[in-house]
């Protein structure tokens, strides 16, 4: 291990050096000055860190919003709303907006997204103008609070199946909205416990005895600080954090609500009692509906990766000034960082940080274009729709993984790590539960292979393989072409990958490319295999589901790393292009190293070459190690928001 | 993959039935009783799980110590003290019951185990009977509370270098305690913040100007309620978890205490003022005092396990009543754990839980033995400190990974995810780092090369590898012999291991086995050749750091895979013993195929047979399934314990 990993600074390796200010613009990008302006309020308002250990839950939770709203006066928040209506019109300025406030504390920005995201997101998305008028100016300001009501006790992640009722009297034009059983009661919904006075409550509509299926609905849920008649509301209580949010569930007992209170953008029942939609398909109507709301997840996504750089920056610190025994000499113990151990802890995830957060700027990208109507197509909304959903579940747990693993010397509240630990949880969990979203995304891969699939119709696995999928262009590809699409991944032919350098990331995006054709191709033959044995297609869904998540995290690691080459690429010469190739590679070959496994049981490693990677990831973490500090630094994260004076101090 | 499962059933595979109150009284052992005091108790005080939550952070402190007093008065946190001070006379009953004890309230525990283990053990294991007669009696009874002053800012894991003072007046036959500058405050000290009136503080002993190295002293540090003069303390505040244990910093400033404080078990100072000592050694009389605290890694790590179980007893019942979508047909949707996914992340969790209890098993015995007198030699201590560093560092990491992998649906304070995930993560730190541990561990095996060594002592490499290790019999193994070694361990020669069984536990222990001694012999080479090289002792071994946690955490695996392996073959013939024999081979095969990249590396796996096993461990998964919720159920949780009505009522 030590000779060879010395050859490399025989052989005339420079150590870059990282221009902190240059990298900082960078990872800034276009959103620099929202950015900055988040971080100024972040700091004016760093005292929420204290006050979040400090004050009661109920207390808390009226500060939250005291500064949520405060927030909304800097025009912070509202970035992603239409000028006319006092928002900032600029749908990518309001995801970097949210990203950077997750800098500070999560009960801050989960509110805002709550408040602006899924209820404002949803009055914009899913409503028409006269909705627009009506509550948009003063949700923006945040005096009008509301609640986004979707998720049910008995259904967290099957939306289309949701309890709640929306019955349309004809007579009074009107809807009557009822909560069908104790399973349909709306539950963890944020906003519900305190501060909502109106709720967009997505509910089964029923015209005329038919089911339309699942629609939103504007409802007030309290009436001069008063719970609107009908409605039952309970709090959800103390939390394991984010105890300045106020969840709660509700309940509706026929509750009134005009016609007009349908978010009418996509579907409307008539002055006559006749429902129409400009989308004839119901599931596609669904989903169109569902699609709009996907700067939701965009925006989790890139908050868990910030998040992330908190707990990063604290322990990077820590470790570049924490001196432990076992030292290099009696006199004087070594500092933390330079263990081999803590290296491979720490600067690896530094790597993937930097990752996904340039995957986050191609994902941010995407919806922007999409929203703004720069590129606004079918085939643009589903590849949006995947990517969100995949950078989202790989962005949150990464977040988790990251203040676990370096939460270990953090276990007082005046540090951050309890605080991040506590709030970042449920990241993985909400706005789609990460794995749901995997699922999400492997089934947009597989519908690539539904020509395989002719007679799953009558089998019903066609439900289990496009069920949530957005609709698909399908490829008229055969298991043959498949084959021969899987050695096409490799430019030098089929052995070339056995020669080619480590570092070449040519090499690196072959090595992702290659696992991610072969884990589909994989699940798309066990799925096929278990419907000819004409077994229960339920049970051969549950029994290739771990494929099925595996193939969609490989696919997506995949598009991490070609964001991150492409980033590379087109920086200028300089210590700050090297230090991020260096980063670069840390995040391929690590990737690479973790599924060594799998790339040596097929054929695509040898015991050597496995083994040389490890040795190569060793030395990476060597050459990035001066350049630890500098890394973290970059990210611009406020030192109030660090707190934990005696780690970082 | 559905193929080669099915057949298994085609071939007369029998699945086995649970005798749930059989098997508890496997799990509960000679210590049945004991289990059942602690089990009752819980009950008893069941509500203090809602007022961790309810109360603030004083009148929880008051309200948990409270608690201990009423536990001490049944009996059960005393059973390891002497009986003619009070106490139960079993040092192995203690260990059981604090393992039980982990069911309920982590503060409780906690709690306890500072006053009794950590506090008390020093009292009855550093002192003499003029230490036991004073203070035994009454903090038995929990009237006397104390705290254990031995981490200090500066020095986590490092206590040999601790910087306390404690300098022998021999003019006034006084010990002057001062805390010699802000690193040598005494820091995270439980029961220090308010309830303690004594302290055992851990401080460098110096008699006529000459240094003898860290010795214990007992120095009251509250009078009446009020902090004793020269002593500051301060609150650590509120911490993430474990909320009803009072933590504080320790300032000492020149605080007399008469000759006698000292805790004079292994070394006193004569009424002339002359240090004297049974143990010649300073080092090997360090390392005698520390030796004789053992039992509270032990008993933190039997702790880890049963967190654990609670935090999978909820998840299992959970996943066996949940239904989610994606379901085999459209009326009902499937169970959870019908899921492959869900039984992959469940289930070797299960077996990995059952593996660490015998292994507790094996630890707690030796314990029990070594300080009853039973079996009390230098290697029976040595076996000891090593096993219960290795068991208590796998043990905790376990808890931490089972809540966090369980966590995922219990977002809420309701059920007691929020609480374990708290309260639980400082376990991996306290009663030693479990990377320090791991390095302990390392080291105890190391010098078994030792005499590879030979030239290491000048170049200060010895210290790195026998420091912390406990002495040991150099065995005389040459390079050599040692490759003779690695063969002799596939009973059926070079190529057996590649035609076994895999279900065969000779072959699993041989895998495991020869991982351990092959990474030994890797870590040895490698320290040889890095001071061969004359490089920095210290640099070569940060170098190798990784590979010294990577050969202690194989050492501990095969301990407890062989304490697993040893425990099915004990039982009678049945139904548990074949349900034991499952979970014995998911746990084998499963801990394997996690290390599979490294067999395949090392040439002990081919790629064929590395997907034989994780094909064994589904199948294994699958049989394990129907009896998931007995199993679960026989570690005899009480219901009381799991909240979470809405998850598994």
């Known amino acids: 291990m030590a000779t060879e990993n010395t050859s490399t600074y025989a052989s005339g390796y420079v150590q870059p050096e990282v221009d902190v200010r240059a990298l900082t613009k960078v990872l800034d990008g276009e959103y620099a ?26 207390a808390f939770r009226e500060r939250v919003r005291e500064l949520v709203v405060d927030m909304a006066a800097t025009g912070q ?19 970097a907006a949210f990203e950077t406030l997750a800098f500070g504390d999560l009960s801050v920005l989960v509110k805002v997204g709550v408040q602006f995201g899924l209820f404002g997101g949803a009055i914009l998305h899913l409503g028409t103008e006269r909705h627009h008028e009506a509550y948009l100016p003063d949700l923006i300001t ?11 006790t008995g259904h967290g992640s099957n939306v289309q199946a949701l309890g709640t009722l929306a019955r349309y009297d004809a007579a009074r034009q009107e809807f009557v909205i009822t909560t069908d059983g104790d399973g349909a009661r709306k539950d963890y919904i944020g906003n519900a416990a305190r501060h909502a006075e109106l709720a967009v409550v997505f509910a089964q509509l029923e015209v ?24 039952r509301i309970e709090d959800d209580g103390r939390k394991m954090g984010l105890n300045g949010v106020d969840n709660g569930r509700i309940w509706f007992d026929g509750v009134r609500v005009p016609r007009e209170a349908l978010l009418n953008r996509f579907a409307d029942v008539t002055t006559e009692g006749v429902y129409e939609s400009s989308i004839e398909n119901p599931d596609r109507r669904f989903f169109t509906m569902l699609g709009t709301l996907v700067q939701g997840r965009v925006s989790v996504g890139g908050a868990g990766v910030n998040a ?37 802890r720490l600067l690896p995830l530094i790597a993937r940080t930097y990752a996904l957060h340039f995957a986050q700027d191609v994902v941010r990208t995407q919806l922007h274009e999409v929203f703004s109507g720069i590129k606004d197509d079918a085939p643009a909304r589903r590849r949006l729709e995947s990517r969100a959903a995949g950078t989202k579940a790989l962005g949150t747990w990464h977040a988790t993984r990251v203040v676990q693993e370096c939460g270990g010397a953090g276990y007082l509240s005046v540090n951050r790590f309890a605080a991040l630990k506590a709030d970042s949880d449920i990241f993985t969990t909400f706005e789609g539960d990460n794995h749901v979203l995997l699922q999400l995304v492997a089934k947009g891969l597989l519908t690539h292979y539904a020509s395989e699939f002719e007679d799953l119709d009558q089998l019903g696995m066609v439900r289990y393989v496009t069920n949530l999928a957005v609709e698909t262009v399908i490829e008229k590809t055969s298991a043959h072409k498949l084959l021969e699409r899987v050695r096409d991944l490799l430019p030098g032919g089929d052995e070339w990958d056995q020669e080619a350098g480590l570092l070449d990331s040519e090499y690196q995006l072959a090595m992702l490319r290659y696992r991610e054709e072969h884990m589909l191709a994989g699940v798309a033959r066990r799925l096929k295999r278990g419907v000819d044995q004409k077994r229960n297609p339920g049970v051969v869904f549950s029994q290739v589901q771990d494929h099925v998540i595996a193939v969609a995290h490989a696919h997506v690691e995949r598009l991490v790393l070609e964001a991150f080459v492409d980033k590379v690429r087109a920086l200028p010469d300089g210590g700050n292009r090297v230090a ?65 004076p005696d780690l970082v101090g």
């Open 33 to 58: 000055e929202i950015r900055d302006l988040v971080r100024t309020n972040l700091v004016t308002y760093a005292s929420v860190l204290e006050e979040a250990e400090e004050l009661g839950v109920d």
């Open 77 to 95: 928040t509202g970035m992603g709303f239409p000028s006319e209506y006092g928002g900032g019109g600029d749908i990518g300025a309001s995801i």
């Open 142 to 152: 945040g005096q009008l609070m509301g609640c986004f009501a979707m998720t049910e």
């Open 208 to 231: 005329g005895g038919k089911s339309e299926g699942v629609h939103a609905f504007v409802v007030p849920v309290r009436m001069g600080g008063e719970v609107a008649p009908g409605v």
């Open 308 to 344: 992330a750089k908190v707990a990063l920056v604290i322990a990077t610190k820590y470790a570049a000034r924490r001196r432990q025994f076992e030292a290099a000499s009696d006199a004087e113990e070594q500092l933390l960082l330079d263990y081999g151990l803590h290296q491979r």
């Open 580 to 644: 991020l190739g260096l980063l670069c590679d840390l995040f391929a070959l690590s990737t690479i190293e973790a599924d060594r496994a799998w790339f040596m049981e097929h054929g695509r490693l040898t015991v050597q070459r496995s083994k040389a990677i490890s040795r190569e990831v060793n030395d990476l973490c060597r050459k990035v190690r001066p350049l630890a500090v500098g890394l973290v630094d970059a990210w611009g994260v406020p030192p109030e928001m660090l707190r934990a």
